[in-house]
């Protein structure tokens, strides 16, 4: 299995950016596929999950900026977000769920998110925003 985000990058204060995360090793629409941020000095957070049948999820700190989608021709998850603050400022990593591939996502985006045991990982992609 691998996961490998790219996109991330500086941007100014209210800039866009769309993150992606390649995958590959399974079976892409089978499971719930979630993005989550970690900034210096921060715990982890989960800022957006879709579940298997299609469900988005979002974070508090998301809703009605960041978009998440899914490519299956592409085995491709996409984070697109707009208004971005300086509190979006953070490694940005994407992650795969095999066994709860419904019900995941609700935890993913909840507090208890930051705990939350995805079975596959990427490596990250930093997303630096600027005033």
């Known amino acids: 299995v691998q996961l490998v985000e790219s996109g991330g990058q500086m941007v100014q204060v209210g800039g866009s950016l769309r993150l992606s995360c390649a995958t590959s090793?399974?079976?892409?629409?089978?499971?719930?596929l979630g993005w989550f941020r970690q900034a210096p000095g921060k715990e982890r957070e989960g800022v957006s999950c879709?579940?298997?049948?299609?469900?988005?999820y979002y974070a508090d700190s998301a809703k009605g900026r960041f978009t998440i989608a899914r490519d299956a021709d592409k085995n491709t998850v996409y984070l697109q977000m707009h208004s971005l603050k300086l509190d979006d400022t953070a490694v940005y990593y994407c992650a795969v769920d095999r066994y709860y591939p419904l019900s995941a996502c609700r935890t993913i985006v909840s507090r208890a998110g930051t705990t939350y045991n995805m079975d596959y990982w990427g490596k990250g992609t930093v997303v630096t925003v600027s005033s």
């Open positions: 090793g399974f079976t892409f629409d089978s499971y719930a």
């Open positions: 879709i579940s298997s049948d299609d469900s988005t």
